[in-house]
């Protein structure tokens, strides 16, 4: 995984927040319907991954989490971007030695 930018000089920092990151994300997500029946908490934590992965310049992660939270706030999540958001941050997981 590539350092952003920001963190140039800081490599030692960016690799312990990204594996800080990929080791707190879900190990198995709750189920479409059940994580939609809770929307508010799905909302915050949407949100507070969205945050964290915009931060680490963690762009695919980041980006699912902006279309999945644009659906939640919209009142009408799809199950398509839920499918998305998780693949993103599994491919994340898989690029990251921890």
């Known amino acids: ?7 140039k000089g800081k490599e030692v920092l960016y690799d312990k927040l990204i594996k800080m990151f990929v080791r707190d994300l879900p190990v198995e997500w709750s189920a479409y319907s059940a994580a939609v029946a809770d929307m508010e908490n799905t909302k915050a934590f949407v949100h507070k991954i969205k945050g964290t992965a915009g931060n ?3 762009k695919e992660i980041y980006e699912a989490a902006v279309e999945f939270e644009g659906s939640l706030r919209a009142g009408a999540p799809q199950e398509e971007l ?3 958001l ?7 997981k898989k ?3 921890i």
């Open 56 to 58: 680490l310049d963690s």
């Open 95 to 97: 690029s990251v030695q």
């Open 82 to 84: 839920y499918n998305k």
């Open 86 to 92: 998780i693949a993103a941050c599994d491919a994340v």
């Open 1 to 7: 995984m590539e350092v952003p930018a920001r963190f």
